[in-house]
């Protein structure tokens, strides 16, 4: 697959105003991109429809291949690798650390399959690799902010998504925190066959060097794309 997303034409309209008009976009396999705009600009709009929450009002939306439409949403969920500071108020604050990255193998909450100690030790190994050694363990509560999204990226990594999206990661992170996530940030885009990756932000010190970017105006359109 040599796509990962294609905005067609698209446009969303709540009521009488309109949230994003017309856009046009693609990402391609091994691109890395960073959405750069205010708040009220459209970057959450744009996340919801490439998870599958949100359906365009008109134009065409392709993600992973799939057409919307024409695709099975929780399927597609298990592809898309989802890291927010709005996740963490869904989780269960008294779970170990290895049973939320577990979770993510489910794109659930909680774990309520059945688990082999082989899904046990390849979560517990996606922490590891991601620098959190010595977060296993640990209930999920005691975790500093940037432990808790160390967390969250390992857990979307679980599942071996095509397309990770990191929606404001550093949020709430002083600058040495801040620092730390980026660095596992571009150790992801480091490994072979990583997921694209699509980071969204308000501050452009966060593009990494690994980052295309595009920034969404206030108008509800992506201007400004570079790569």
């Known amino acids: 697959m040599n796509r990962i997303l294609k905005f067609e034409d698209v446009s969303v309209t709540r009521g009488k105003k309109e949230i994003l008009k017309h856009?046009?976009?693609?990402v391609q396999n091994g691109e890395n991109w960073a959405i750069l705009g205010l708040?009220?600009?459209?970057?959450?709009?744009?996340?919801?429809?490439?998870?599958g929450d949100l359906w365009p009002t008109s134009g065409k939306l392709e993600?992973?291949?799939?057409?919307?439409g024409h695709i099975s949403i929780p399927e597609l969920k298990t592809k898309v690798g989802w890291?927010?500071?709005a996740l963490q108020?869904?989780?269960?604050?008294g779970d170990a650390v290895d049973s939320i990255v577990l979770s993510g193998k489910f794109a659930s909450i909680g774990v309520y399959q059945e688990v082999t100690k082989r899904d046990l030790q390849a979560a517990r190994q996606t922490l590891i690799d991601l620098g959190g050694e010595k977060l296993l363990g640990k209930p999920y509560a005691v975790l500093s902010q940037?432990?808790?999204?160390?967390?969250?990226?390992?857990?979307?990594?679980?599942?071996?998504p095509q397309l990770l999206i990191l929606d404001e990661p550093c949020n709430g992170l002083d600058l040495f925190?801040?620092?730390?996530?980026?660095?596992?940030?571009?150790?992801?885009?480091?490994?072979?066959?990583h997921p694209a990756l699509l980071l969204v932000s308000?501050?452009?010190?966060?593009m990494l060097p690994c980052f295309c970017s595009a920034a969404v105006k206030s108008s509800g359109r992506v201007s400004a794309r570079t790569c």
């Open 23 to 26: 856009l046009n976009w693609e």
């Open 39 to 51: 708040n009220g600009a459209g970057k959450t709009t744009m996340l919801k429809m490439i998870q």
């Open 63 to 68: 993600v992973l291949g799939g057409v919307f």
């Open 83 to 85: 890291v927010s500071t």
């Open 89 to 93: 108020d869904q989780l269960h604050p």
């Open 146 to 160: 940037g432990e808790r999204q160390l967390v969250l990226i390992a857990r979307a990594m679980m599942a071996k």
């Open 177 to 193: 925190a801040r620092e730390e996530l980026l660095k596992r940030v571009a150790g992801i885009a480091e490994m072979p066959n």
């Open 202 to 206: 308000h501050y452009t010190e966060e």
